[in-house]
């Protein structure tokens, strides 16, 4: 009977000691999710100033552009477009160089006689010569 009372005993102590440690893990949980919420809260008021001071050096940096800029900056889109576009003037004077180079090919298979002759020369540099003041501007083929 002594020795069973001694088991209960230390079967009690152990329970006591379990519910002492659930008791502090609970207080503490409490205390943690505390802390927890209390770091989120912060964080996000840490986010509310930084995305406010980012708002501000953005402002600083990159100021509103002006109603004369926006027009300024369209009709340059509207320039480049017009001057590099598919149907734009590099184009065309490519196409126009190109054909011109044609013409005077055929001319000069036209022609065999030697005062013939001397013209195609000054044809080709002609030619050349256009070539030469258009290529530093677009470059070439």
Same mark, same amino acid.
């Given at each position: 009977?002594?020795?069973?009372? *001694?088991?209960?005993?230390?079967?009690?102590?152990?329970?006591?000691?379990?519910?002492?440690?659930? #008791?502090?893990?609970?207080?503490?949980?409490?205390?943690?999710?505390? #802390?927890?919420?209390?770091?989120?809260?912060?964080?996000?008021?840490?986010?509310?100033?930084?995305?406010?001071?980012?708002?501000?050096? /953005?402002?600083?940096?990159?100021?509103?552009?002006?109603?004369?800029?926006?027009?300024?900056?369209?009709?340059?889109?509207?320039?480049?477009?017009?001057?590099?576009?598919?149907?734009? /003037?590099?184009?065309?004077? *490519?196409?126009?160089?190109?054909?011109?180079?044609?013409?005077?090919?055929?001319?000069? *298979?036209?022609?065999?006689?030697?005062?013939?002759?001397?013209?195609?020369?000054?044809?080709?540099?002609?030619?050349?010569?256009?070539?030469?003041?258009?290529?530093?501007?677009?470059?070439?083929?």
């Amino acid at each position: 009977m002594e020795l069973q009372n *001694k088991e209960l005993e230390s079967q009690l102590s152990k329970l006591r000691s379990s519910i002492n440690t659930v #008791t502090t893990l609970v207080e503490n949980d409490r205390t943690q999710a505390t #802390t927890i919420s209390e770091i989120q809260l912060r964080q996000q008021r840490l986010e509310v100033q930084a995305n406010t001071l980012l708002r501000k050096l /953005l402002t600083m940096s990159q100021p509103q552009t002006s109603e004369a800029e926006e027009k300024w900056f369209k009709e340059l889109t509207r320039v480049k477009a017009r001057l590099d576009g598919q149907r734009g /003037l590099v184009h065309e004077i *490519k196409a126009r160089l190109a054909e011109g180079r044609k013409f005077v090919e055929m001319a000069s *298979k036209r022609s065999d006689n030697g005062e013939e002759t001397e013209k195609r020369k000054i044809d080709w540099r002609v030619m050349e010569a256009i070539e030469e003041a258009y290529v530093p501007f677009f470059g070439e083929d």
